[in-house]
């Protein structure tokens, strides 16, 4: 489903270069649930981002099933994104002034679906999150669990392949954090997903069915269960 091959991400830092990470390489295959650990800062969420296609790696490739996502131009890579991937991040990113039936719709509104078509469809995934009774009511209104379920049901409407999220419960108190998590594993398995997602929670991550460590630049597989408790 997902190939890395080569992976490097330079930054520039005053007259210096900063290598981040380099050398990465790593398959995901269909239905799986991988988890991201590593440090602050060793640079789960820029790979991501670069898997994702919002950013651009400074040298390797990657590929979704045949297409050498590295390649694509921003159009195609917006079009790539809004097709196949679902993202969810730490922080939800609602819009404030719209309802949470019109934060999930955005993705289809922008694929040019008419609004009442885009709302039946939002209000549908706001019911597979649980929010259907709360789907006219603004981002401010709902607690962060239910700001984060409306940004999984916005990631997910479009149906896409893959879903990459970075610290999805990493602003959420522990009880809440567990019933999201729960949730997306529901998902992922109800939805035929492939998921990626970078988290602290390694109680989270044992639950994945492959772990990936990110350290020093480099990653390596490692076994969930070896993970400490």
Same mark, same amino acid.
């Given at each position: 489903?997902?190939?890395?091959?080569?992976?490097?991400?330079?930054?520039?830092?005053?007259?210096?270069?900063?290598?981040?990470?380099?050398?990465?390489?790593?398959?995901?295959?269909?239905?799986?649930?991988?988890?991201?650990?590593?440090?602050?800062?060793?640079?789960?969420?820029?790979?991501?981002?670069?898997?994702?296609?919002?950013?651009?790696?400074?040298?390797?490739?990657?590929?979704?099933?045949?297409?050498?996502?590295?390649?694509?131009?921003?159009?195609? &890579? &917006?079009?790539?994104?809004?097709?196949?991937?679902?993202?969810?991040?730490?922080?939800?990113?609602?819009?404030?002034?719209?309802?949470? &039936?019109?934060?999930?719709?955005?993705?289809?509104?922008?694929?040019?679906?008419?609004?009442?078509?885009?709302?039946?469809?939002?209000?549908?995934?706001?019911?597979?999150?649980?929010?259907?009774?709360?789907?006219?009511?603004?981002?401010?209104?709902?607690?962060?669990?239910?700001?984060?379920?409306?940004? !999984?049901?916005?990631?997910?409407?479009?149906?896409?392949?893959?879903?990459?999220?970075?610290?999805?419960?990493?602003?959420?108190?522990?009880?809440?954090?567990?019933?999201?998590?729960? !949730?997306?594993?529901?998902?992922?398995?109800?939805?035929?997903?492939?998921?990626?997602? &970078?988290?602290?929670?390694?109680?989270?991550?044992?639950?994945?069915?492959?772990?990936?460590?990110?350290?020093?630049?480099?990653?390596?597989?490692?076994?969930?269960?070896?993970?400490?408790?």
């Amino acid at each position: 489903m997902l190939r890395a091959e080569g992976l490097k991400k330079v930054f520039r830092s005053g007259k210096s270069d900063l290598v981040l990470f380099e050398n990465l390489s790593f398959q995901v295959a269909k239905g799986e649930m991988v988890a991201i650990v590593g440090e602050s800062g060793a640079g789960k969420s820029t790979l991501l981002h670069i898997l994702g296609a919002l950013d651009y790696a400074s040298a390797g490739d990657i590929y979704c099933e045949d297409l050498r996502v590295s390649t694509l131009s921003e159009a195609a &890579a &917006a079009e790539f994104r809004n097709q196949e991937i679902g993202f969810v991040w730490q922080f939800h990113y609602l819009l404030p002034e719209f309802t949470a &039936a019109e934060n999930v719709a955005m993705p289809l509104l922008l694929r040019g679906q008419s609004q009442a078509q885009a709302q039946e469809e939002a209000i549908r995934w706001l019911g597979q999150v649980g929010l259907e009774q709360r789907w006219h009511h603004r981002s401010g209104e709902l607690s962060g669990g239910e700001q984060q379920r409306v940004a !999984l049901a916005r990631a997910l409407i479009t149906q896409p392949k893959l879903l990459l999220a970075d610290e999805p419960t990493g602003d959420l108190d522990g009880r809440t954090a567990e019933s999201v998590f729960e !949730l997306i594993t529901r998902l992922h398995h109800d939805c035929q997903l492939t998921s990626l997602i &970078a988290t602290h929670n390694v109680a989270f991550a044992r639950r994945c069915h492959r772990v990936l460590r990110l350290q020093e630049g480099r990653i390596e597989e490692v076994e969930p269960e070896s993970l400490p408790v």
